[in-house]
C-alpha cells in the first residue's frame, strides 16, 4: 500500500500564517501538520508516499527532507496550483494511483492514530472515512444505505438541515485498491478533467462513480479518535484545544466557556442547562420565525422588560433584562461602594465584581449554612449588599424560604440589600413554591434584588437571558443606565413573548427532571470513591475520597471518554478537598457518565 497527500494549495483563510509556507506546514501545537501526518503514515511500512506539491514547494521538499523517515517520498510538482483545484493535483499522481493500492489524504487534516487505522485495517478495500454530520462541519456529504453503502453525494441544491441526522461528513481520507483505480477513478478522473477542466475537487469523479450499479465503494464510519480539518485561524484555534497533552486540553477547553458543539462528540456535563425544555414544540415555532427574527431588528430594552414582567406577573418598572445575568450583575455590584457580603464557595461572579467583597468562608463539612449563620457573621460589619446564590452553586444547598425572608429583614435593618440570585430554584424540590419573585414580596422588601438566569432554568443558554427584578427604582436605574438599547436578540426577545404558554410544559420538564436527578444520584451513589453532596439545583457536587484528584478525574473523563466535568481544584473555600461538579442531563447521557467513572475508579 502507498500513501498519496494532496498539498498544493495556498490556504488563503490562514492569511498570514501561509504567505510565506506551504499550508500544510501550519502548526499545531507546535508541530507541522505535515510532520504529524507522515510520522503517523511511518507506522504502516507503507511502500512509498507520493506528495503533490504547490504554493511553497520548494520549501516543504527541504523540510520532509529534514525528516528522516524511513518510508520513501516522492514529490509531484503542481506548476498550476494558484488556478487548478485539488481534481488537479491528483490528476498529476494518476500514474501511481494505477500501480499499488492506495490511502488519499488532504494535508489540512489532523487526526489521531487510531483515526487512520481505521480505514487501513477495515478488510474492504475501497472506503470512504465519514463522521456523523455535525453543524459545525462544512464540505463533502454522504447518505449510506445500512450496509454503509454510499448512495449519494449530495450537492448544496440537495442538502436539507432537517435532514442532517442521517448525513454523514467525509473526513478526506480515502482507501482505493489498485483494481477500483484502474477500472473506475482513473478513467473517470481523466474524462471528467477533459470535459469539465481542472477547477473542481476529487470528490466529483466519487459523485459521478457513485451513480454507477457497480461503483463497488463503501464507507466506513468513524468509531473512535478525533479528527479536525484545518482551514482557517478559527479551525486551528480548536485544533489546538483538541490536539494537546491531557492536562492542556482540559484547561483549554474548560477557559472556551462553551462553544462546545464544534467538538466532535464531547458531552459537555459541565455547564448547566435544563436536559428537558425546551420541549420540541416550543423550538418548533421559534424555528418557524427564525427568518424573520433573524432579519428584523430586536425592541427596545423597555420593551422586552413590560415583556418579561408580564410573564413574571410583576410591574414593569420593577424589571430589567439582560443578555444573560452576568450582564445585569456587574454593574449592579459595582455600583455598592461599601462591603458586599458573598459566600464562599459560591457562585464567584459576584465577589469578583465587588469593589470591597466581604467573604463568609462555610466551614462545615458538608457546606450547609442557615441564615443564622450569616447574620452573625455580619452583624458587626459595614454592608452595602449581601449575596445569596439559593439553591448554591456548586454545593446544590438550599436555604429555605422563611430563612430567606429573615435575611431579608436583616438586611433591610441595616440598610443593606439583600441580592437573590434564583437562577437554580426551580429544580428545588424542597418546598412548595419557594421563589420570591413576586410583586407582593418585592412591594413588602424593597431592598430585595432577585437575580434570575433564564439560561439555566429555561434550558436556553445560547440566547443569553436574565433578570434582575427590585421595587427599589433608585437600583433600577443605576443598572439600567449601565444596558444598552438594545441588549438581548430577536430570538431571545421571541422566547419572551412565546415561553409563558408553555409554561405547563415547563411544569412536566421540571418533575421529569427531578426524577432523573434522584436516579443520577442513587447511581452515582454506588461507587465508592465518591461521596456525593444532596442537591436541589441541576447538578451533583462529588467528593473524590480514595487519593485521585479532581483534576485527574476531569483529565481521564475528557481524554477517554470526551466527557467534560467543572473540575473544583481551585474554587476558593474547597481547598485541601477533591470535588468535580457533574450536571443533570438526561438519563442515557448520565448512564454513559456513571459508566465512565466506574471503569476509572474500578
Given at each position: 500500500m502507498q500513501a498519496i497527500i494532496l498539498a498544493a494549495g495556498m490556504g488563503r483563510r490562514l492569511k498570514k500564517l501561509t504567505e510565506h509556507q506551504p499550508k500544510c506546514m501550519v502548526q499545531v501545537n507546535e508541530v507541522p501538520m505535515i510532520e504529524r501526518m507522515l510520522k503517523q503514515l511511518e507506522h504502516y511500512h507503507l511502500n512509498k508516499i507520493i506528495l503533490v506539491t504547490g504554493h511553497e514547494g520548494e520549501q516543504l521538499k527541504s523540510f520532509v527532507g529534514s525528516l528522516s523517515l524511513h518510508t520513501p517520498v516522492t514529490f509531484i510538482d503542481n506548476p498550476v496550483y494558484q488556478t487548478t483545484n485539488n481534481?488537479?493535483?491528483?490528476?498529476?499522481?494518476?500514474?501511481?494511483?494505477?500501480?499499488?493500492?492506495?490511502?488519499?489524504?488532504?494535508?489540512?487534516?489532523?487526526?489521531?492514530?487510531?483515526?487512520?487505522?481505521?480505514?487501513?485495517?477495515?478488510?474492504?478495500?475501497?472506503?470512504?472515512?465519514?463522521?456523523?454530520?455535525?453543524?459545525?462541519?462544512?464540505?463533502?456529504?454522504?447518505?449510506?444505505?445500512?450496509?454503509?453503502?454510499?448512495?449519494?453525494?449530495?450537492?448544496?441544491?440537495?442538502?436539507?438541515?432537517?435532514?442532517?441526522?442521517?448525513?454523514?461528513?467525509?473526513?478526506?481520507?480515502?482507501?482505493?485498491?489498485?483494481?477500483?483505480?484502474?477500472?473506475h477513478y482513473v478513467p473517470f478522473l481523466e474524462a471528467y478533467s477533459k470535459a469539465l477542466g481542472n477547477n473542481a475537487y476529487y470528490e466529483q469523479v466519487l459523485k459521478v462513480i457513485s451513480l454507477l450499479d457497480d461503483h463497488d465503494l463503501?464507507?466506513?464510519?468513524?468509531?473512535?479518535?478525533?479528527?479536525?480539518?484545518?482551514?482557517?485561524?478559527?479551525?486551528?484555534?480548536?485544533?489546538?484545544?483538541?490536539?494537546?497533552?491531557?492536562?492542556?486540553?482540559?484547561?483549554?477547553?474548560?477557559?472556551?466557556?462553551?462553544?462546545?458543539?464544534?467538538?466532535?462528540?464531547?458531552?459537555?456535563?459541565?455547564?448547566?442547562?435544563n436536559p428537558y425544555f425546551p420541549n420540541s414544540r416550543l423550538m418548533g415555532e421559534i424555528k418557524a420565525s427564525f427568518e424573520a427574527l433573524c432579519t428584523s431588528y430586536p425592541s427596545g430594552l423597555d420593551i422586552n422588560n413590560l415583556l418579561a414582567a408580564k410573564s413574571l406577573g410583576l410591574y414593569k418598572e420593577n424589571v430589567l433584562t439582560g443578555n444573560g445575568a452576568a450582564e445585569l450583575i456587574k454593574p449592579l455590584i459595582r455600583s455598592f461602594s461599601k462591603?458586599?457580603?458573598?459566600?464562599?464557595?459560591?457562585?464567584?461572579?459576584?465577589?469578583?465584581?465587588?469593589?470591597?467583597?466581604?467573604?463568609?468562608?462555610?466551614?462545615?463539612?458538608?457546606?450547609t449554612y442557615t441564615a443564622n449563620d450569616l447574620m452573625e457573621f455580619y452583624k458587626d460589619q459595614e454592608l452595602d449588599a449581601l449575596v445569596l446564590v439559593n439553591p448554591d452553586n456548586p454545593t446544590g444547598c438550599y436555604m429555605k424560604r422563611s430563612e430567606v425572608l429573615s435575611l431579608a429583614s436583616y438586611c433591610m435593618e441595616k440598610q443593606a440589600f439583600l441580592i437573590l440570585d434564583e437562577s437554580f430554584l426551580d429544580f428545588s424540590s424542597a418546598e412548595d413554591s419557594p421563589s420570591l419573585m413576586n410583586q407582593e414580596t418585592l412591594d413588602a422588601y424593597p431592598n430585595l434584588v432577585l437575580i434570575k438566569s433564564i439560561?439555566?432554568?429555561?434550558?436556553?443558554?445560547?440566547?443569553?437571558?436574565?433578570?434582575?427584578?427590585?421595587?427599589?427604582?433608585?437600583?433600577?436605574?443605576?443598572?439600567?443606565?449601565?444596558?444598552?438599547?438594545?441588549?438581548?436578540?430577536?430570538?431571545?426577545?421571541?422566547?419572551?413573548?412565546?415561553?409563558?404558554?408553555?409554561?405547563?410544559d415547563y411544569v412536566e420538564a421540571l418533575e421529569k427532571f427531578k426524577k432523573t436527578r434522584k436516579e443520577m444520584y442513587e447511581e452515582l451513589c454506588s461507587i465508592r470513591q465518591l461521596k456525593l453532596y444532596p442537591s436541589e439545583a441541576n447538578f451533583i457536587l462529588c467528593e473524590i475520597t480514595d487519593g485521585c484528584s479532581a483534576s485527574q478525574i476531569a483529565e481521564l473523563l475528557l481524554n477517554r471518554y470526551n466527557i467534560l466535568v467543572k473540575d473544583l481544584s481551585h474554587k476558593p473555600g474547597m481547598e485541601g478537598r477533591e470535588f468535580i461538579r457533574i450536571a443533570v442531563r438526561t438519563k442515557s447521557d448520565n448512564e454513559r457518565l456513571a459508566d465512565a467513572l466506574k471503569h476509572i475508579l474500578r
Amino acid at each position: 500500500m502507498q500513501a498519496i497527500i494532496l498539498a498544493a494549495g495556498m490556504g488563503r483563510r490562514l492569511k498570514k500564517l501561509t504567505e510565506h509556507q506551504p499550508k500544510c506546514m501550519v502548526q499545531v501545537n507546535e508541530v507541522p501538520m505535515i510532520e504529524r501526518m507522515l510520522k503517523q503514515l511511518e507506522h504502516y511500512h507503507l511502500n512509498k508516499i507520493i506528495l503533490v506539491t504547490g504554493h511553497e514547494g520548494e520549501q516543504l521538499k527541504s523540510f520532509v527532507g529534514s525528516l528522516s523517515l524511513h518510508t520513501p517520498v516522492t514529490f509531484i510538482d503542481n506548476p498550476v496550483y494558484q488556478t487548478t483545484n485539488n481534481i488537479y493535483s491528483l490528476y498529476l499522481a494518476k500514474e501511481h494511483l494505477l500501480q499499488d493500492d492506495t490511502i488519499l489524504l488532504e494535508s489540512d487534516l489532523i487526526f489521531e492514530q487510531e483515526v487512520l487505522t481505521q480505514i487501513i485495517n477495515d478488510p474492504y478495500p475501497n472506503l470512504a472515512l465519514v463522521a456523523h454530520f455535525e453543524s459545525w462541519m462544512d464540505g463533502t456529504v454522504v447518505l449510506l444505505d445500512e450496509k454503509d453503502n454510499i448512495m449519494k453525494f449530495l450537492t448544496r441544491k440537495d442538502f436539507r438541515f432537517e435532514d442532517i441526522h442521517s448525513y454523514y461528513k467525509t473526513v478526506n481520507i480515502y482507501k482505493f485498491s489498485r483494481s477500483f483505480s484502474t477500472t473506475h477513478y482513473v478513467p473517470f478522473l481523466e474524462a471528467y478533467s477533459k470535459a469539465l477542466g481542472n477547477n473542481a475537487y476529487y470528490e466529483q469523479v466519487l459523485k459521478v462513480i457513485s451513480l454507477l450499479d457497480d461503483h463497488d465503494l463503501k464507507a466506513t464510519r468513524l468509531e473512535n479518535g478525533f479528527w479536525y480539518e484545518i482551514d482557517d485561524e478559527q479551525d486551528l484555534d480548536i485544533a489546538e484545544s483538541i490536539f494537546t497533552d491531557s492536562q492542556s486540553r482540559l484547561t483549554r477547553l474548560s477557559s472556551r466557556y462553551g462553544g462546545y458543539w464544534r467538538y466532535p462528540g464531547l458531552l459537555d456535563f459541565c455547564y448547566l442547562v435544563n436536559p428537558y425544555f425546551p420541549n420540541s414544540r416550543l423550538m418548533g415555532e421559534i424555528k418557524a420565525s427564525f427568518e424573520a427574527l433573524c432579519t428584523s431588528y430586536p425592541s427596545g430594552l423597555d420593551i422586552n422588560n413590560l415583556l418579561a414582567a408580564k410573564s413574571l406577573g410583576l410591574y414593569k418598572e420593577n424589571v430589567l433584562t439582560g443578555n444573560g445575568a452576568a450582564e445585569l450583575i456587574k454593574p449592579l455590584i459595582r455600583s455598592f461602594s461599601k462591603g458586599v457580603g458573598v459566600i464562599k464557595p459560591s457562585f464567584e461572579e459576584y465577589g469578583n465584581c465587588a469593589r470591597f467583597p466581604i467573604p463568609f468562608m462555610v466551614s462545615t463539612p458538608d457546606f450547609t449554612y442557615t441564615a443564622n449563620d450569616l447574620m452573625e457573621f455580619y452583624k458587626d460589619q459595614e454592608l452595602d449588599a449581601l449575596v445569596l446564590v439559593n439553591p448554591d452553586n456548586p454545593t446544590g444547598c438550599y436555604m429555605k424560604r422563611s430563612e430567606v425572608l429573615s435575611l431579608a429583614s436583616y438586611c433591610m435593618e441595616k440598610q443593606a440589600f439583600l441580592i437573590l440570585d434564583e437562577s437554580f430554584l426551580d429544580f428545588s424540590s424542597a418546598e412548595d413554591s419557594p421563589s420570591l419573585m413576586n410583586q407582593e414580596t418585592l412591594d413588602a422588601y424593597p431592598n430585595l434584588v432577585l437575580i434570575k438566569s433564564i439560561s439555566k432554568s429555561y434550558g436556553v443558554p445560547g440566547l443569553r437571558l436574565g433578570l434582575l427584578a427590585c421595587s427599589d427604582q433608585t437600583v433600577i436605574r443605576l443598572v439600567r443606565e449601565e444596558l444598552p438599547v438594545w441588549n438581548i436578540n430577536s430570538l431571545a426577545e421571541y422566547f419572551l413573548q412565546i415561553f409563558e404558554k408553555y409554561q405547563s410544559d415547563y411544569v412536566e420538564a421540571l418533575e421529569k427532571f427531578k426524577k432523573t436527578r434522584k436516579e443520577m444520584y442513587e447511581e452515582l451513589c454506588s461507587i465508592r470513591q465518591l461521596k456525593l453532596y444532596p442537591s436541589e439545583a441541576n447538578f451533583i457536587l462529588c467528593e473524590i475520597t480514595d487519593g485521585c484528584s479532581a483534576s485527574q478525574i476531569a483529565e481521564l473523563l475528557l481524554n477517554r471518554y470526551n466527557i467534560l466535568v467543572k473540575d473544583l481544584s481551585h474554587k476558593p473555600g474547597m481547598e485541601g478537598r477533591e470535588f468535580i461538579r457533574i450536571a443533570v442531563r438526561t438519563k442515557s447521557d448520565n448512564e454513559r457518565l456513571a459508566d465512565a467513572l466506574k471503569h476509572i475508579l474500578r
